[in-house]
């Protein structure tokens, strides 16, 4: 039996293009950039060669934790070191893809996960899961035009502040201090365009207990009481959620 007439027709949008990736990541471009820069500066002024500073963001490209590598790598701690905890840092990454893969849905194609997610940072996954929420539709295109775009910035940034040197911003301090807050204030922006009211007790108690942690402990240990206790509280209230 057909459809009346009048019916009204629900359009299926269409998927997101690599273009639409590239114009999504614009906000990502406008911050990493001057923290890459910034980056680049801080490791010409820890002696390392430009060419290393750039190294280190094309391979790791991990955001903050290049910072807290470069600060592992200067001081001579072990590398075994180094590596567990740069890797404790970042283990909430293996969420991501999941997490968004569940959102786009059973029909969303994933043949070529194995490269876009690469550049799945916390500042991309919170622009794909945003206009996922918006009703767009996934696409793997537009996770390579998203990523390639904030990877880019990222790199040239890098590149761009070891060109000037470690002592770009020695006349600039507030600046130079500034910067390190970039980064967690456009993921901050981001996530907050994708919360529900109930999500929001689970953001309060991962809150309350990095807060705790850092206040106690220290910067690393309120990040890692911060997940967990965020990924608890998550689990937890699952049953319950709407």
């Known amino acids: 039996m057909s459809a ?66 470069l600060a592992l790598v200067t001081s001579g701690a072990p590398l075994l070191v180094s590596a567990v905890t740069l890797i404790a840092m970042n283990l909430r990454h293996l969420l991501y893809g999941p997490a968004l893969l569940r959102r786009a849905g059973k029909e969303a194609s994933t043949r070529q ?35 390639l775009g904030a990877y880019a910035a990222w790199v040239s940034g890098t590149a761009v502040g070891a060109l000037a040197g470690g002592g770009a911003l020695a006349a600039y301090p507030a600046l130079d201090a500034g910067l390190g807050f970039m980064l967690p204030a456009l993921f901050l922006a981001l996530l907050l365009s994708v919360l529900s009211r109930v999500q929001i007790p689970t953001i309060a108690v991962a809150a309350v207990a990095t807060i705790a942690g850092t206040v106690w402990i220290d910067g690393t240990a309120g990040i890692l009481c911060g997940m967990v206790a965020g990924a608890l509280t998550g689990v937890l209230r699952r049953p319950h959620a709407s």
Not at 15 to 32: H, K, N
Not at 116 to 128: C, K, S
């Open 113 to 147: 996960a194995w490269a876009w997610a690469f550049g799945l940072t916390d500042e991309v996954f919170g622009a794909a899961l945003g206009a996922l929420a918006r009703g767009k539709r996934f696409s793997e295109p537009m996770m390579f035009g998203l990523g």
């Open 4 to 69: 009346p007439a009048d019916a009204p027709v629900t359009a299926t949008p269409q998927p997101m293009g690599f273009r639409d990736g590239l114009t999504a990541a614009l906000p990502i471009i406008v911050g990493y950039f001057p923290i890459a820069f910034s980056f680049g500066v801080s490791a010409t002024r820890a002696g390392l060669t430009g060419g290393e500073a750039v190294m280190l963001s094309v391979v790791i490209y991990a955001g903050a934790a290049q910072f807290l590598a």
